[in-house]
Nanobody
Framework: QVQLVESGGGLVQPGGSLRLSCVAS????????MGWFRQVPGKEREFVAG????????NYRDSVKGRFTISRDNTRNTVYLQMNNLQPEDTAVYYC??????????????????WGQGTQVTVSS
């Protein structure tokens, strides 16, 4: 069974940065497409960024383009989300997901096969 564990969330001021990590175990990480999603209470989980099994190509939601960068290290079974110039509207629980088909473009929650437990990101002054 594939397990995903996110870390790196926290409280940051507007304009600040955080780097999220998601470590995978129990599967062949290098075969998975990976994605980052986020969710606020009362709303659906929304796509943030996706990355193919080899690291390129990548895909981002419009509101984070130029501020967030998704990357992966297949030797460490880890996917990252570097978040710069964070804004209050980025506040959410961030989740990583794994897609067994290795795609980078999937942007729907149901398209991913495995999920982590999430890490809270709060952007506030």
């Amino acid at each position: 069974q594939v397990q995903l564990v996110e870390s790196g969330g926290g409280l940051v001021q507007p304009g600040g940065s955080l780097r999220l990590s998601c470590v995978a175990s129990g599967g062949t990480f290098s075969s998975f497409g990976m994605g980052w999603f986020r969710q606020v209470p009362g709303k659906e989980r929304e796509f943030v960024a996706g990355i193919s099994r080899r690291g390129t190509p990548t895909n981002y939601r419009d509101s984070v383009k130029g501020r967030f960068t998704i990357s992966r290290d297949n030797t460490r079974n880890t996917v990252y989300l570097q978040m710069n110039n964070l804004q209050p509207e980025d506040t959410a629980v961030y989740y990583c997901g794994a897609d067994q088909e290795g795609a980078w473009y999937k942007a729907r929650e149901y398209e991913y096969d495995y999920w982590g437990q999430g890490t809270q990101v709060t952007v506030s002054s």
